[in-house]
């Protein structure tokens, strides 16, 4: 393309605000398989200013200056996302779609029990929310831990989080469940392979969402797995999010569920779940959001048999 000056330039191509199937956002999100894929929606026209080859020649008072295009943010944000390797199960989570579930069933539940209670769901999505508004990628970030019972919508949370910093701030992020994790460590140390690569690119990725935190038969193994995640992570100053079904307090020397017979033996903590020193050091690291309110899952069911 022949260079002009920056008045002269076409506007960099942008999505279509009324396009149904991106929002205006200019990226589509469908599960492929096991994963969530995004690609760029086909509402964006043909780059006027680049060519659609990401490189803009500007003509200034101080000579040719060359740049990259603006409508190459789409699919650096495509890229980002998908390096992410959310499960396909959560291609459509998002964080409105966090909210409008939880404000349809929590009044759904409402007219079905006559109870008008708060909202606990609304009150950790705003906690996420302020989260989100005060990151900053150039500086040491807390992270958070979702906690709660099954079925409130953590791991739901989670990915709507992390696409968040993906796909609307640029952010480069992971996300990790604690089982799969394990499984592809001792795939690879099957195969005669150390688990050093799959460590390394957790430990050097900005913000690591890991589903599941606590969950394992807690043999020394796993417990060393994720110490040394914590521990790195920790000493390399990034931002962990994270989700678990257990109450996120020191450990108290409880017994695992299927170990702790007697009636009313004391549930295990997280710091029981992970050990000592990581749970130690997790809790310097992060802040802790309960999602609280009825089971989505359990929900769901009863008005499906009913």
């Not at 006027?48 to 650096?76: A, F, K, Q, S």
């Not at 008008?116 to 990151?135: G, I, N, T």
Request: charged share 25%.
């Amino acid at each position: 393309m022949t260079p002009a000056t920056l008045e002269e330039l076409p506007p960099a191509a942008a999505a279509d605000p009324a396009c149904p199937l991106c929002r205006g956002r200019g990226i589509v999100v469908r599960a492929e398989g096991q994963i969530a894929v995004s690609t760029p929606c086909s509402c964006i026209p043909h780059c006027l200013r680049c060519g659609d080859t990401g490189r803009v020649e500007i003509v200034t008072d101080n000579g040719l200056r060359v740049g990259r295009c603006r409508c190459r943010i789409v699919h650096d944000r495509v890229l980002l996302f998908n390096a992410a390797r959310v499960p396909g199960r959560y291609a459509a989570a998002d964080l409105a779609s966090f909210s409008a579930g939880a404000q349809r069933i929590h009044k759904e539940w409402q007219a079905e029990t006559g109870r008008y209670d708060r909202m606990p769901q609304m009150e950790s999505f705003m906690a996420v929310m302020q989260w989100l508004s005060a990151f900053d990628p150039s500086k040491e970030s807390r992270g958070l831990v979702l906690h709660g019972a099954v079925g409130r919508g953590k791991t739901h949370l989670l990915i709507a989080t992390l696409r968040s910093l993906a796909l609307e701030r640029g952010a480069r992020v992971r996300f990790i469940e604690f089982s799969r994790l394990l499984g592809i460590l001792r795939e690879g140390f099957g195969q005669g392979r150390s688990g050093a690569n799959v460590m390394a690119e957790l430990v050097d990725v900005p913000v690591l969402g890991i589903d599941e935190l606590g969950k394992g038969r807690l043999t020394d193994w796993e417990l060393s797995v994720i110490d040394e995640l914590v521990s790195r992570r920790y000493n390399a100053m990034k931002t962990t999010l994270g989700t678990t079904n257990y109450i996120p307090e020191a450990p108290t020397g409880a017994l695992s569920t299927n170990l702790a017979t007697a009636e009313g033996a004391p549930r295990q903590t997280l710091g029981d779940r992970i050990g000592e020193r990581a749970w130690s050091r997790l809790a310097e690291m992060v802040d802790f959001v309960e999602v609280g309110g009825e089971d989505y899952r359990a929900f769901k069911k009863q008005r499906m048999d009913a």
